[in-house]
Nanobody, 117 residues
Framework: QVQLVESGGGLVQAGGSLRLSCAAS????????MHWYRQAPGKQRDLVAS?????????NYAGSVKGRFTISRDDAKNTVYLQMDNLKPEDTGVYYC?????????WGQGTQVTVSS
């Protein structure tokens, strides 16, 4: 059974930084893309960043976070990270880790990030 467990959320002032982690189990982590989504109160869940499998894993970012957020992965630790710098109040929300393999789609339980102005 695939499990994704996020950690690292919290309360931070605008301009601050946080690093989220997502530990995966039950899947061949290195073979699949990993994604971070976020959901602000009353809004839909949106894709924030993606990292694909393979050496030098290609990355994609939402325009609103490009240049401030960095996604990375450590296949030896089955973990994906989201380094968030220069945080803004509009970055507030629940951040979810997501992946899919040949059996299905998987979400973590989410971690709350709150950025105060």
């Amino acid at each position: 059974q695939v499990q994704l467990v996020e950690s690292g959320g919290g309360l931070v002032q605008a301009g601050g930084s946080l690093r989220l982690s997502c530990a995966a189990s039950g899947t061949i982590f290195s073979a699949y893309a990993m994604h971070w989504y976020r959901q602000a109160p009353g809004k839909q869940r949106d894709l924030v960043a993606s990292i694909f499998s393979g050496d030098g894993g290609r990355t994609n970012y939402a325009g609103s976070v490009k240049g401030r957020f960095t996604i990375s992965r450590d296949d030896a630790k089955n973990t994906v990270y989201l380094q968030m710098d220069n945080l803004k109040p509009e970055d507030t929300g629940v951040y979810y880790c997501y992946t899919n393999d040949y059996r299905g789609r998987y979400w973590g339980q989410g971690t709350q990030v709150t950025v105060s102005s």
